[in-house]
Nanobody, 120 residues
Framework: QAQLVASGGGLVQPGGSLRLSCTASGSSLDSYAVAWFRQAPGKERDRVSCISRWRTTDYADSVKGRFTISRDNAKNTVYLQMNSLKDEDTAVYYC??????????????WGQGTQVTVSS
């Protein structure tokens, strides 16, 4: 079963940028929609963005205009470019495959997340 690994997190000042990467071992991502989620301490896991296999995208209102999701099927990787970061973007970020497109449900395990901390 595919294991997804999110990477690229770190500590950044407000207004800064980070690019997260989501890779899969043991399986190809190109036939799936892939979504990014985040979970802040004491809060539920929320969906941030999704990209379908046809590269249609959607974003949570809180990140529209600041985050951009993309995919490189040749590298079996989905990216999340995060600009103009705010304190409230601090969370552990996870990626997951969706069955049935961006309107579908998460399939497989969540895998390892990556910590994003926005702080001055």
């Amino acid at each position: 079963q595919a294991q997804l690994v999110a990477s690229g997190g770190g500590l950044v000042q407000p207004g800064g940028s980070l690019r997260l990467s989501c890779t899969a071992s043991g399986s190809s991502l190109d036939s799936y929609a892939v979504a990014w989620f985040r979970q802040a301490p004491g809060k539920e896991r929320d969906r941030v963005s999704c990209i379908s296999r046809w590269r249609t995208t959607d974003y949570a209102d809180s990140v529209k205009g600041r985050f951009t999701i993309s995919r490189d099927n040749a590298k079996n990787t989905v990216y999340l470019q995060m600009n103009s970061l705010k304190d409230e973007d601090t969370a552990v970020y996870y990626c997951a495959r969706l069955l049935g497109g961006c309107q579908g449900s998460v399939t497989g395990s969540w895998g390892q997340g990556t910590q994003v901390t926005v702080s001055s």
